[in-house]
């Protein structure tokens, strides 16, 4: 089992920077592979980033790609989203996942956050 905590959000101007965390419980957090997705208002739930247990491979949705940057802490239980160059569109809430496998789809992550909102104004 592994419980896991997003903090990080809130409100930035058009251009601005964030770094969301997530805090994970349990002693195998360096086993899983994280994931980060986001939900936007009226909107399904979408994929933004991975990164395997070891963090050697990530992935990145196109829309985040060279904005946005996943890593991790496997001594510290915590993985990260360093989001730069913020747009209007990056306005969601953001959840973090943990997974077997490292993926881009919902279903191959087990583990879920609460979210944390992300607002960004024009």
């Known amino acids: 089992q592994v419980q896991l905590v997003e903090s990080g959000g809130g409100l930035v101007q058009t251009g601005g920077s964030l770094r969301l965390s997530c805090a994970a419980s349990?002693?195998?957090?360096?086993?899983?592979?994280m994931g980060w997705f986001r939900q936007a208002p009226g909107k399904e739930r979408e994929f933004v980033a991975a990164i395997s247990w070891s963090g050697g491979s990530t992935y990145y949705a196109d829309s985040v790609k060279d904005r946005f940057t996943i890593s991790r802490d496997n001594a510290r239980n915590t993985v990260f989203l360093q989001m730069n160059s913020l747009k209007p569109e990056d306005t969601a809430y953001y959840y973090c996942?943990?997974?077997?496998?490292?993926?881009?789809?919902?279903?191959?992550?087990?583990?879920w956050g609460q979210g944390t909102q992300v607002t960004v104004s024009s």
């Open positions: 996942a943990a997974g077997n496998l490292l993926a881009i789809a919902e279903a191959s992550y087990a583990y």
């Open positions: 349990g002693r195998t957090f360096s086993r899983y592979a």
